[in-house]
């Protein structure tokens, strides 16, 4: 079982950065591949942002024009989504979910572990 917990979110104005906080209990956290996924009110979540077991192999959503980076420390169970140039567009809840077993995961029923949501509300 894994708990996750993010933080970071808030309210920013457009041109603007956050750095999204995800940690984690799981002793065993290099055995999950991490992510970060946002949600529109009554929409499906979608993935931002997937980084590999170790660390080295990032993968982005095409929306993302190279604005967010997603990282991971396993010795602090912790994993980053820095999100630069934040346009109203952004705005919505994120979330941290963690998976093991899949290939190349991107979709929401493919993680069995979530945080529960921080918001980011990006003004004009």
């Known amino acids: 079982q894994v708990q996750l917990v993010e933080s970071g979110g808030g309210s920013v104005q457009a041109g603007g950065s956050l750095r999204l906080s995800c940690g984690a209990s799981?002793?065993?956290?290099?055995?999950?591949?991490m992510a970060w996924f946002r949600q529109y009110p009554g929409n499906e979540r979608e993935i931002v942002a997937r980084?590999?077991?170790?660390?080295?192999?990032?993968y982005y959503a095409e929306f993302v024009k190279g604005r967010f980076t997603i990282s991971r420390d396993n010795a602090r169970s912790t994993v980053y989504l820095q999100i630069n140039s934040l346009q109203p567009d952004d705005t919505a809840v994120y979330y941290c979910?963690?998976?093991?077993?899949?290939?190349?995961?991107?979709?929401?029923?493919?993680?069995?572990?979530w945080g529960q949501g921080t918001q980011v509300t990006v003004s004009s």
């Open positions: 799981a002793r065993t956290f290099t055995r999950y591949i």
């Open positions: 980084i590999s077991e170790d660390g080295t192999t990032p």
């Open positions: 979910a963690a998976t093991a077993g899949y290939y190349r995961p991107t979709h929401q029923s493919t993680f069995n572990f």
